[in-house]
């Protein structure tokens, strides 16, 4: 397909992709490249100049707009909520539209809002009375409202802070194994693309194409120069996203309680709380007079979940501030320490295995 506009510029450059049913497909690349006109082009927001737009082997030019754009959930930045509408008739909104009765319509948003981790009391009130990641929940929940099969979403997490942005993300994972939508997602940031994409088509000017991949493959072999640089000089590291965690060595340090008396140590003593879970360090040679206490403890790095990908044992090693990532389990309880020299190790056998 391709998109040009009166004025000459070309937004999106014969372009031919197919994007498997079921499956997130990540749209990426830099500001202008065209990632927002091709997402637009699904759903009749804007017409192609040229080609076709198949959803489900029908071409969308053959579908009326309005009732189109009903049928495929849409999520931009922001949410795009109605402010004089409840969050709960905001979700509301397209059933309604569709002719299901009222009280229907609303129960079904509140069994919405439940899915997207949203408490059903907030339902009753404005989306002002909200903050940022719950206002892109709400928004969510209204996309899917209609139980489309293809789920737009552009640009969706990029107006909130990076804490609440990756907990979004995570969200939408858990939804996808849920409810296997089709979800076209687009985004500017590669970290983002790498986590959320089966597939990831990376767009550079003028709307080309320059390569279509999962991410795995995307940073293992980058299809060009401009792929090479926009995926980064880091992508080894970003690799490790994908590879598993099988075999790693793991070691184990001395530990402490908190609120129970900490004897010195000439090495660094992880706390735990009363459940077994990470709190900090308490550095080596520190003296405690009385029960620990958190706030004498130097704040720990980012924890690793034992069988998740490499790259977040090579994290939790390189953020702690003993060297010692933490390995916890499913329910975040204390397993062992990882060193960046395990992860290294772990690498260099697989090489050698396969050499």
Known sequence: ?????????????????????????????????????????????????????????????????????????????????????????????V????????????SRAGELLELVGLPSELGKRYPAQLSGGQQQRVGVARALAADPPVLLMDEPFSAVDPVVREGLQDELL?????????????????????????????????????QYAEPDDLLAEPADDFVTSFVGRDRGYRRLSFVDSDGIRTGQVDTVRVGETARPSVEWQLALDADGRPR???????TVSGPLAEDQLVAGGSLYTEHAPLRGALDAALSAPSGLGVVV????????????????????????ATA
């Open 1 to 93: 397909m391709r998109k040009q506009y009166d004025n000459g510029t070309v937004a999106v450059h014969e372009l031919s992709l197919v994007v498997e049913t079921g499956t997130i497909t990540v749209f990426v690349g830099p500001s202008g490249c065209g990632k927002t006109t091709l997402m637009r082009m699904v759903n009749r927001m804007i017409d192609p100049s040229s080609g076709t737009v198949l959803v489900n082997g029908t071409d969308v030019r053959e579908s009326d707009p309005a009732r189109l754009r009903r049928g495929i959930g849409y999520v931009i930045q922001q949410a795009g909520l109605f402010p004089h509408r409840t969050v709960l008739d905001n979700v509301a909104t």
């Open 95 to 106: 059933p309604l539209l569709f002719g299901q009765r009222r009280r229907e319509a609303r």
């Open 174 to 210: 858990r939804l996808q194994a849920e409810l296997d939508k089709t979800v076209l997602f687009v985004t500017h940031d590669i970290d983002e693309a790498i986590k959320l994409g089966e597939k990831v088509a990376v767009l550079r000017q003028g709307g080309h194409l320059a």
């Open 280 to 286: 900090g360090w308490l550095e080596p040679g520190t």
């Open 329 to 352: 389990d499913a329910d975040g309880g204390y397993v062992g320490v990882v060193t960046a020299r395990h992860v290294l190790d772990l690498i260099e056998r697989r090489r050698d």
